[in-house]
């Protein structure tokens, strides 16, 4: 799906990015998102949030941590 019409960049370019440890400043020199009318900033952010190596680790310990320990 296309989250900056703008530079017509995707979900997937995004998260690909997030996941190989880009900076969001670092998606915005590189493709340009949320840099020309800036509507795409909010969802962007959002998915590159939620694809962040960190963020993997911590739904990966959620998913194997026994039931009274998930928070
Ligand atoms: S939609 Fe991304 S800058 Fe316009």
Do not use: Y
């Not at 296309?2 to 995707?10: A, D, G, L, N, Y």
């Amino acid at each position: 799906m296309i989250v900056c019409v703008c530079h017509r960049v995707s979900d997937k370019t995004i998260a690909r990015c997030a996941q190989q440890g880009a900076g969001f400043d670092d998606l915005q020199l590189e493709h340009g998102v949320a840099t020309q009318c800036g509507k795409c900033e909010n969802s962007a952010r959002q998915i590159w949030a939620e694809c962040q190596p960190s963020q993997r680790m911590v739904h990966l310990i959620q998913a194997t941590a026994p039931d009274h320990a998930r928070g």
